[in-house]
């Protein structure tokens, strides 16, 4: 057990933790090679298709037992965590498909960058996960997810809060148990005849551990001339003024219904079958909020670059914790101001990414004490 850690019946108690699956919709062992979240709530569960036959049949009245089949099964929801400094990494592969970048470290400092882009099909790269479900009585019963993909995910921060993580999954079936009383349910998977073991969670203890990311280390900038390829930077750019929120999104097209005959009703790997959308919005007072309407109105093209810059970690040096999010190219989808009383007037201006072929859609350079994902 961890220092300072007590076994309770509530949520108080529960785990969640990731590793890469070797073979599609196969639990990979969980016994090491983890990486271990925090997080805040979640709502992973099985969905099984369940179908009540009726058939007329001789005055019967109710519906019958031997009528009733399950044919197939899912697997989604989300997982809410406070935005990470640490572990982010592995996520993040997966958030824009880059499996191809590791970890560097910048001079001898203790703390590693990794710039990602958008590089990879999706297909082959999948992922476990496992929650622990505390019972009351202070057991805490294993449910393991297969088949994992990101659907999609959204970073978020406000006035006065810790950023946010907001991660969208779609799963190949549940695993539930070994419970305590030796059961488990499997759901006749062909792919996994057990179930995994619960698992060890281990957080980062060394450097700065578990931080996480927040209102005051962020900034937000527009207005660059996208430049480069690997890395993209953005000249020209300025900072946003009197910006109060921002949620940046990022969702996938895939197909999450590839059922067939013969396959238990287990989906095979989801597939990409649509476009990516990069989009979000930020609220800001009107001031000197001109540049933003004109380019709303002309909807001509413009950048964003959020960044969020934690406290000097490592061994030496001044290098920090560090997310930086470029979108090099944005049209705007907002609105006009609208003075709706005495109060400060302000701006709701939404956004759309879009891939202008020359630059990345997307960039996310990462910096922690993290050596590998």
């Not at 958030?95 to 958008?118: H, L, N, R």
Request: aromatic share 8%; hydrophobic share 35%.
């Amino acid at each position: 057990m961890a220092v300072n850690t007590i076994p309770v019946g509530s949520g108080i108690a529960a785990i969640l933790v990731a590793k890469d699956e070797v073979t599609y919709g196969v639990a990979p062992s969980l016994a090491s090679g983890i990486n271990s979240y925090e997080f805040n709530n979640e709502t992973l569960e099985l969905k099984a298709t369940k179908v009540q036959g009726e058939g007329l049949g001789a005055g019967h009245v109710y519906h019958r037992t031997k009528r009733r089949v399950l044919t197939n099964y899912d697997v989604n929801g989300a997982i809410n965590m406070d935005l990470p400094s640490r572990n982010l990494g592995w996520w993040i592969r997966h958030m824009i498909g880059d499996y191809t970048e590791t970890p560097a470290q910048i001079a001898t400092s203790g703390v590693y960058k990794t710039v990602f882009q958008p590089k990879s099909n999706l297909f082959g790269h999948s992922f476990a996960l496992q929650k622990g479900v505390p019972a009351t009585d202070a057991t805490v019963e294993p449910f393991t997810y297969v088949g994992c993909k990101l659907n999609s995910w959204e970073i978020s921060c406000s006035i006065g809060a810790i950023a946010k993580l907001t991660l969208n999954i779609d799963a190949r079936n549940e695993l539930a148990g070994p419970f305590p009383n030796g059961g488990a349910a499997a759901s006749g998977d062909p792919l996994n005849a057990s179930t995994p073991a619960l698992a060890t969670w281990a957080g980062p203890t060394t450097g700065r551990g578990m931080e996480v990311f927040h209102f005051k280390q962020a900034t937000i900038l527009s207005g660059g001339t996208p430049t480069g390829t690997s890395p993209t930077t953005l000249p020209g750019e300025t900072a946003l003024g009197q910006v109060k929120d921002v949620t940046l999104q990022h969702a996938l097209g895939l197909d999450t219904n590839r059922v067939f005959l013969g396959s238990s009703g287990f989906k095979a790997e989801q597939i990409e079958n649509g476009y990516r959308n990069i989009g979000g919005q930020f609220t800001v007072e009107w001031v000197s909020s001109e540049a933003l309407y004109n380019a709303y109105a002309a909807d001509t093209t413009t950048s964003l670059h959020l960044t969020f810059t934690g406290p000097i970690a490592g061994t030496s040096g001044t290098n920090t914790n560090l997310l930086d999010i470029i979108i090099p190219n944005i049209r705007l989808d907002g609105e006009s101001p609208k003075v709706g009383g005495p109060d400060i007037v302000t701006q709701q201006v939404a956004f759309t990414g879009s891939d202008d072929e020359t630059t990345t859609p997307i960039q996310i350079t990462y910096q922690s004490e993290d050596v590998t994902f």
